[in-house]
């Protein structure tokens, strides 16, 4: 047996070299580097968010000193990151299947995913946010101690709920109820911070105050931290085996055999509709394109209001974002099984017309949904029916067009947060092209100092798409029958 | 049937396949042997214009495959994993697979019926396709690949990972549509289920052509020495 970290050293290659070696990180080196510079970005935006936080606080707690409510105002964040960990972050798994069986001590086994759970995007804003403040303002004023203290709680504090959510995620597995637990819980302690029957934030508050008024009191912290630890260490130990990492998934039976009656167009959908609601990364995204809707409020109040590039951007949005969230991915969903789609009896022209009619019911949905909106922003109406109208004629099809460009196989079984497996350089490029050409005809029509009729060419042009569909889905699929090979050979690389 | 004019498969340079002239007549089945990398999954994949020949053509029935639709009116296929769709139950699967040839659930029932001998509880439980060991995996594309009763078979392996009765099973079974005017390709690294099955056998050494036989009493003796370890 050979010592634990060597071995750690050793997992830890391997799952580099699984990064490194699958075909998304080895072709798109571009796409990496727009990655990397808007994670230095967001890390940037963070930090300073931090530094400037005691401005923040000392304007929204005016009657206490701003390292209390510093402390209380951890209390809400803490509270919030579990809530928003235990939805969003991955319970970091490596495949230890292969290595179940080789001379390697189950504890170096079980040690590896947890401790490689600690560089995720959570434990890194909790950080940035925070130690800025500390060193700006408590140091300056307190002991080293004192400061080292409040770090010391900080980190504890961040382990905490790191390893909470992995617990509560490994439990919860079997256990839905939990979830409901949890959010009743964390609900109630808002109801009753809210209304002042009990001011749990204060209560935190004084928690950590007196931790950092006598820096030795700082063991209990870590020492809570370190019983978080053992706690998702036992929860994992209890669950490596083998026949336990096979979940069994709970099977979603919508009844869609009314599909079954319209042909090959009618199957192809309903397997579709199967692929999105039976599997993680596509449901994912068709919801986030729904969430996406809200948008709308959020701009309701902005000066941008009545400015008409504005409105086309929020038509263009608010009527096509599910299918373009989705369907910037089309063919890519499907990779795991693309050569199904290629020897049996489905021609390439009903392949592309199933996806088309799928983006006209997306569209049709977001446009149902952004008409309430009309209320608020005037000439959305107008504006969101010519570009309802224009995206599912046009904007749909060109989806389709990019999409016989894209090779790179995508697993539909994970999660889609901060996932870019299978994202393009040409990605970028296509939403920014699809967005571009309502502009460039708007663009067209300021210069002839007639912009307030370019909603009548988009629905002119829109329905033009739809009549001809057929006629434009026939040219897009000699394009596929042309590309089919490449894609193929690069879905097949997993 | 089958006909393969000039194909030649090159990767970086590396010949994968070069078959000068192939001709597999209707009612013919071809039994396919080499070893890993001659080139089996090649020859396959290039029929079902799953890969572009280098240089060459591939025609079914006297029309070319490539950039085509009609052939698959009338070929079955299952070469490997990426034909299933693995987040549908192996009925859905039946069902989508029949449905794009015009048959509904009736068909598919009866079809199972009919072939109660290949497949057991775990192909009709509610488990995803994904669930399924690879066995049963193969089980569930062989099943799709005849359900529709095709003219063309083309199997990759199909006896790997089955279980002894389910290899005698489909040893029958293709054996049976054979005789009623099935053409297949089937290949296998299990030279006594092939020299069983087939009417012929090819042979394929580093992508070529090296053995083109009627199958006849002394095939598998043939083949077994060809085999063996030198």
């Keep these: ?143 080293p101690a004192t400061t080292a203290a409040w770090c010391l709680t900080i980190i504890s504090l961040v382990i905490i709920n790191n390893f909470l959510c992995f617990s509560l995620k490994k ?115 068709v919801i986030i394109g729904l969430v996406f809707m809200l948008y709308g409020f959020m701009m309701a109040g902005s000066p941008l209001k009545d400015n008409q590039v504005f409105t086309i951007f929020l038509a263009f949005f608010l009527t096509a974002i599910m299918s373009v969230n989705y369907g910037q991915f089309v063919f890519m969903w499907e990779s795991s099984y693309f050569d199904a789609i290629l020897a049996n009896k489905i021609t390439a022209f009903g392949y592309l017309r199933s996806k088309w009619i799928l983006f006209a019911v997306m569209n049709t949905i977001n446009f149902i949904l952004c008409l309430p909106y009309g209320f608020l922003f005037s000439d959305l109406w107008l504006a969101s029916t010519a570009l309802f109208l224009y995206n599912t004629g046009i904007t749909s099809v060109i ?10 196989p995508v697993d539909i079984g994970k999660s889609t947060f901060m996932n870019y497996e299978g994202t393009n350089v040409f990605q970028f490029l296509m939403v920014g092209a699809l967005l571009a050409m309502p502009y460039f005809i708007l663009l067209i029509f300021r210069i002839m100092g007639i912009a307030q009729y370019c909603y009548y060419a988009y629905m002119l042009l829109g329905i033009a798409g739809i009549v001809f569909s057929d006629y434009l889905l026939k040219l897009t699929a000699r394009l596929l029958i042309r590309n089919k090979y490449r894609m193929a050979a690069g879905f097949r690389k997993k | 049937m089958i006909e393969l004019h000039n194909i030649r498969k090159c990767y970086d340079k590396k010949t994968a396949l070069a078959i000068d002239h192939l001709v597999i007549s209707p009612r013919e089945c071809a039994g396919l042997v080499g070893n890993n990398g001659a080139g089996k999954t090649t020859l396959l994949s290039l029929i079902l214009d799953l890969i572009k020949p280098t240089s060459g053509y591939v025609t079914l029935k ?83 690949s005849i359900l529709w009763k095709p003219e063309i078979l083309l199997l990759d392996e199909p006896f790997a990972n089955l279980d ?40 394929l050494e580093e992508g070529s052509l090296i053995k083109d036989k009627v199958t006849g009493e002394d095939t598998l003796k043939e083949l077994e020495s060809y085999f063996k370890v030198r």
């Excluded at chain 1, 189950?106 to 950080?127: E, G, M, Q, V």
């Design chain 1, 1 to 143: 047996m050979t010592s634990s970290i060597s071995t750690t050293l050793k997992l830890l290659g391997h799952e580099w070299k699984e990064k490194l070696r699958s075909p998304f990180w080895q072709k798109s080196i571009w796409v990496n580097i727009l990655l990397g510079l808007l994670n230095l970005y967001l890390i940037l935006v963070i930090g300073t968010m931090g530094y400037f936080a005691d401005d923040l606080i000392r304007e929204a707690y005016k009657d206490i000193s701003v390292i209390n409510a510093f402390a209380r105002i951890l209390f809400f964040y803490f509270s919030i990151e579990l809530l928003l960990r235990f939805i969003l972050q991955k319970v970091p798994v490596i495949s230890i299947l292969p290595y179940l069986t080789l001379p390697i001590k189950k504890r170096t086994l079980l040690n590896y995913p947890l401790l490689k759970s600690f560089p995720s995007y959570f434990n890194i804003i909790a950080i940035l946010l925070t130690f800025p403040f500390i060193f700006k303002v408590v140091g300056p004023v307190s002991s």
């Design chain 1, 171 to 285: 439990y919860t597995v079997k256990r839905p109820l939990i979830i409901m637990i949890l959010l009743g819980g964390i609900t109630a302690l808002f109801y009753l911070e809210i209304t002042g029957k009990a001011v749990i934030s204060s209560f935190f508050e004084r928690a950590i105050t007196s931790v950092t008024s006598q820096p030795l009191l700082v063991v209990i912290p870590v020492l809570l931290a370190l019983l978080s630890y053992l706690l998702a260490y036992t929860l994992l130990r209890r669950n490596s085996y083998i026949e336990e990492e096979r979940i069994m998934s709970r099977r979603r039976s919508v009844d869609l055999s009314f599909l079954s009656r319209y042909g090959e167009a009618g199957s192809l959908i309903r397997n579709e509709l199967r692929l999105i609601l039976r599997n993680k990364r596509p449901r994912a995204t």
């Design chain 1, 399 to 408: 989806m389709l067009l990019f999409g016989t460009l894209y090779r790179s």
């Design chain 2, 62 to 144: 006297g029309a070319g495959v490539s950039g085509t639709d009609d052939w698959k009116n009338y070929t079955g296929s299952f070469l490997n994993e990426g034909f299933l769709i693995p987040f549908l139950t192996p009925m859905e699967y039946f069902e989508f697979i029949a449905g794009l040839h015009g048959l509904n659930m009736e068909d598919v029932t009866a079809f199972l019926g009919a072939n109660k001998g290949f497949y057991n509880e775990d192909i009709t439980a509610k488990k995803y396709i994904r669930e399924l060991s690879s066995g049963n995996k193969n089980k569930i594309g062989i099943l799709a």
């Design chain 2, 164 to 203: 002894p009765t389910s290899q005698s099973w489909l040893k029958f079974k293709l054996r049976e549509l054979n005789s009623d005017g099935v053409t297949m390709i089937i290949s296998s690294h299990d030279l006594n289920h092939i020299s069983d099955i087939s009417t012929r056998v090819l042979l």
